[in-house]
Structure formats: structure tokens, C-alpha cells
């Protein structure tokens, strides 16, 4: 495993990043292609660990799918009966849940398994509510077996999608291809990040599907054919805010290009974030989002549970603010990559801040950070590659921050380690 030196910023970032593909809006797209009754293409789609393992999944069940020869990025996806095979996870939320369903509907035996990490993650809420809907499984979390016997009965299931609004959209993503569609209802402590179960919702209509949303907590797919589609997919914006950061923790600017004006990615509402701290964020005709460190960040006090998956990069802003804060809502982070509350506070703590968890469910469960002066040491990753990217956050203002396994950005962010260079070497532009 690899030390990564993080670099320290000596002036002011002052760079435009272009982000490539939302991994979100690629793993669904390339699942409701592989669903629909015609070829359908992807331009923009990310290449990355887990949006590899998603082509390799549906690919191996049967699926046709290829990329430009000039362009990796851009992927037809071509429709085929699907069959048995094994597929591999990694430590890919989005595989692991939104697959199982499309295995229950493959004519054949499909075998899950995925990193040793993996197998810790939820996963039973969706393999029992497949039960219930009339699928054959073996096992309750990786490893596990979907013995697909080419359709499924479907109906309605109820739910606790607490621990992981990918189970709502894995059932949802499939379920038009169920005999009787889905109906899910969620019963349980509050949902967490329900701007991916809104993304679900819209991609399904885009390819065509009916989806009913009036009642909280409740979603119905109507069964029938998926259309086919062609994908222009969106930034990575949860990419972008480790970037988007870096002008606020130096007081520099940070542009990124093809910000969408309207989006369900969560990425979007880190605008306010920055906002709330003190840092300007301004969205240009352009479709430039520009970014402004105004000098020092103000503590948050914040309910994050529909935006988890920034919390890394926040919780390293917090630590580098000048007031208290608190971030609240995100007790299902413990079920991420790693337990990202405890990996947050173990690495912030390890380089002299005050982080405590705060134990709880999606309401209550948090961190509370106290800034402190922060020193140099090593910086966990977990196999997160957002820890390793909140990591490289703060060694842009704390000098000898030692990043392990940086490589883990592949996850979602293959280029990292160069595109971060890049925005350093950028150097400070008049204006
Ligand atoms: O559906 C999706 O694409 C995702 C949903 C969220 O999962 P949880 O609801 O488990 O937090 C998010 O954190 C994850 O990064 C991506
Ligand atoms: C929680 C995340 O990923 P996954 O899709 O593996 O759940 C994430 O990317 O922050």
C-alpha cells in the first residue's frame, strides 16, 4: 500500500477542474440500458473501479456493452437475454443492491461476492424483500447466490430502508421487468439520501417507465417494457467537492465547468454548505460553478442524512473552521465503505483535532468537531475513497499529511492523485 504525501498549498488554489461522469447516474443508466428493449448509448459515462465492476456484472449476465474505441467513456449498451454468471462487487453500494433484482429476472444462477470489506455492508433488507417478491436467494449478505429463473412475481413489499436508500432504488430500478411491477413502502426511521431514490424516479420516467411517488415513503413501478435511452451523463458533483473545498480552505477559486442548473445529484446542495461557512458559490450563464474562498470558514450546525455521502469532505472543512460544528443525520454512515464517523474522528483525532461521535440513527447520529491546531501524521483511508480525498484536504493547509492508499480513489476517481496536482499547479491567476 502506498504513502501519499499530500500536498500543502502555499498561495491560493486557483483552478478549473472538469470532472468526469457522475458515478450515481452511470451505474443506473447502465443498468436500466441493460433492462430496456433497445440498444441505448452512454456519452460522459464515468470509467472508474465501480462503474467497471457494473459493465463487468451486467456484461457477464449477458448484456451487450461496448465502448468507443477512441473513447472510453462513451458505451453502447445492447440488450440480451440474461443468463447465469458470478459477479464481483467490490465495495460498490450500487452493485452489490441494484444488481441482485436484475439477477432475480436472469434466466440462471448469478454468484455475488466482493471485497472482504464488503461483506460487512447491508445488504439483507433487499435480498429478503427480493424473497418476498418471489426470488430464490441463498444467503443474506456477500457472498450470496441469486438463482434467477427468468422472471419474478413482484407485488408490493414493505421495507426499512433506514440503513440505505439503495435498496428502494435497486427494486425500483428493476421492477418494471417484474410480472407485476413493485410497489415499496418504507417503514423505519427516516430515509437517508433520498435525492438518489429522487434520481431513480427520473431516469426510470426518462426511459419510459411509469412511477408513482404521491405517497411519502411509498413508490410504485407499473410493469411493462423499458425504453431505450441515450445518456449525456452529469459531473461527478460529489466529486467536485473535494476541489470546490480547496478554494475555500485556501481562499482561492475553484471553477468546474457543465454544472448543472437543475440536478437530483446531492452534490448540488454542497453550494449552501459552502455558503453557510462563509465561502462564496456562484453558478454562471456560463454553467461554470465558481467557488471563492472569503478567508476563514464558519462552523455548521447541519442535518446532512439527505447528503451523507458529502460528509467526509465537510466533516474535513469543519475541522479547519473556526467555530464548533455539528454534523447530524448520518448514523447510516456507519454502514458506508468503512464506519465513517469513527474513521473521521480516528483521523482527525490522529492529527491533534477534537472530533466525538455522536451515536444515533439518521436523525440523531453525527460528529461534533472542535477545531484545534492541527500537526502532520499518517491519514487512514479504509479503503474510502472519500477518506482519502478528505484527507487531501486537510493537507493542503496542515504540512505533512500522509495519505494511505491514496489508489483507492479509483473507486470513483481514478485520476485524482493527478487532477489534485493539476489544481495545485494551476498556480494563483490575475484577474
Ligand atoms: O444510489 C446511489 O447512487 C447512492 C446512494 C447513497 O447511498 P446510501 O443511501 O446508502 O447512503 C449514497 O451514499 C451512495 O454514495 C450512492
Ligand atoms: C457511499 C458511497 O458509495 P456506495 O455506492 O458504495 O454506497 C459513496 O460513494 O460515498
Known sequence: MTTWSAPTAHAPVSATVELPGSKSIT????????????????????????TDLMIDGLAAMGTGIAAAPDDPSRLTV????LHGAAVQCGLAGTVMRFLPPVAAVANGTVEFDGDPQARTRPLHTILDALRELGADITGTALPFTVAGAGSLHGGDVVIDASASSQFVSGLLLSGARFDNGVRVIHRGAPMPSMPHVEMTVAMLRDHGVTVETGTPDQWRVAPGPIAAHDWVIEPDLSNATPFLAA???????????????ATTQPGAQFVDILAAMGASAVLGADGVLTVTGLGALRGIDVDLRAIGELTPTIAALCALATGHSRLTGIGHLRGHETDRLTALATEINRLGGDVAEIDGDNV????????????????ESYADHRMATAGALIGLRVPGVEVLDIGTTAKTLPAFPQMWADMLGAGVTAE
Open 27 to 50: 451505474n443506473r443508466a447502465l443498468v436500466l440500458a441493460a433492462l430496456a428493449d433497445a440498444p441505448s448509448t452512454i456519452t460522459g459515462a464515468l470509467r472508474s473501479r465501480d
Open 78 to 81: 445492447t440488450p440480451r437475454p
Open 247 to 261: 478554494a475555500a480552505v485556501t481562499g482561492g477559486k475553484v471553477r468546474i465547468p457543465r454544472w448543472p442548473a
Open 364 to 379: 440523531s447520529g453525527g460528529l461534533l468537531i472542535r477545531p484545534r491546531p492541527l500537526h502532520g501524521g499518517t491519514w
